[in-house]
């Protein structure tokens, strides 16, 4: 039984280190594809401008979703309190 789950537990230790080294690996992608991105718009400043409101949006979106998610956690809270 002991040798089992060391066997088990050495299989999913590889498995995650295979995942890490994975998500390494696509994290250097993006940072890459970031930079280049980047490089596209500061020379033209119309994709600059474009890039911007879309981080504008995306930083929006996620005050929007915290603020929902803590107003559910919340409501939650008190209506456990209140039982």
Do not use: E
Not at 24 to 50: A, E, M, W, Y
């Amino acid at each position: 039984m002991v040798a089992g789950s060391h066997a088990m537990l050495d299989d999913v230790l590889g498995t995650a280190q295979g995942v890490a080294g994975s998500l390494s690996s696509q994290r250097q992608l993006f940072d890459g594809i970031s930079g280049k991105v980047s490089q596209v718009g500061q020379r033209f400043p119309v994709v600059n401008t474009l890039l911007n409101a879309i981080r504008r949006r995306k930083n929006r979106d996620n005050v929007i979703l915290g603020a929902v998610i803590a107003a559910c956690t919340l409501f939650i809270l008190v209506y456990w309190m209140s039982k």
